[in-house]
């Protein structure tokens, strides 16, 4: 059985940092393509970033480019969203996802597995 266990995020003021983690199992996530995806009040879920396979491509959105990393530690078969320089448009619940391909992927529908989801609020 696999799950997508997300712990992290929270209220911060703006220009703080939060990490998110997203830790695995019934899954490698050396062997997975992993993703980083938010749903806004009010709005759908978009996409954040996302890492290929054994770490070899990464993508990220553009409002989030330069401020967020996505990495992964396969010791602890974990994945993580650091997220620096938070902006109240940030707010969002959070979500990690897993699909099993090579590349990265930036479309929600097409991920096989889910994180429960973590929320994260940024104050002006």
């Known amino acids: 059985q696999v799950q997508l266990v997300q712990s992290g995020g929270g209220l911060v003021q703006g220009g703080g940092s939060l990490r998110l983690s997203c830790a695995a199992s019934?899954?490698?996530?050396?062997?997975?393509?992993m993703g980083w995806f938010r749903q806004p009040p009010g709005k759908e879920r978009e996409f954040v970033a996302a890492?290929?396979?054994?770490?070899?491509?990464?993508s990220y959105s553009d409002p989030v480019k330069g401020r967020f990393t996505i990495s992964r530690d396969t010791a602890k078969n974990t994945i993580y969203l650091q997220m620096n320089n938070l902006k109240p448009e940030d707010t969002a619940v959070y979500y990690c996802?897993?699909?099993?391909?090579?590349?990265?992927?930036?479309?929600?529908?097409?991920?096989?597995?889910w994180g429960q989801g973590t929320q994260v609020t940024v104050s002006s």
């Open positions: 019934g899954l490698k996530v050396s062997n997975y393509a």
């Open positions: 996802a897993a699909i099993f391909t090579l590349n990265y992927c930036k479309m929600s529908g097409s991920f096989d597995y």
């Open positions: 890492i290929g396979w054994r770490g070899g491509s990464i």
